[in-house]
């Protein structure tokens, strides 16, 4: 059984930044992939960032790179999410996220979810 749990959102000023936490509660063996998406309100979820197993690999979403990192701690069973230079319209609900199988951008090959943090950005 996996249970994922986000931590770090907040309320920030536009420019300013956030690092979101994810903790996993593996129950599984293999390797597995990590990814963050989000949903803003009246809007579908969309995908934000996707990190492979070993870390080597990452995948953005075009509104995410070269301001927001992903990466991950396997040891610690950790993903992280770090965000820079935040917009109004980064505003959402963000939510970590992990299949059975490999990182991908897709959300219907993620079998497991967290509950979401509130990411708030003021302007």
């Known amino acids: 059984q996996v249970h994922l749990t986000e931590s770090g959102g907040g309320l920030v000023q536009t420019g300013g930044s956030l690092s979101l936490s994810c903790a996993a509660s593996?129950?599984?063996?293999?390797?597995?992939?990590m990814a963050w998406f989000r949903q803003a309100p009246g809007e579908e979820r969309e995908f934000v960032a996707a990190i492979t197993w070993s870390g080597f690999t990452t995948y953005y979403a075009p509104f995410a790179r070269g301001r927001f990192t992903i990466s991950r701690d396997n040891d610690k069973k950790m993903a992280f999410l770090q965000m820079y230079e935040l917009k109004p319209e980064d505003t959402a609900v963000y939510y970590c996220a992990s299949p059975d199988g490999g990182a991908t951008m897709n959300d219907d090959d993620y079998e497991y979810w967290g509950q979401g943090t509130q990411v708030t950005v003021s302007s």
């Open positions: 593996i129950g599984r063996a293999g390797s597995y992939g």
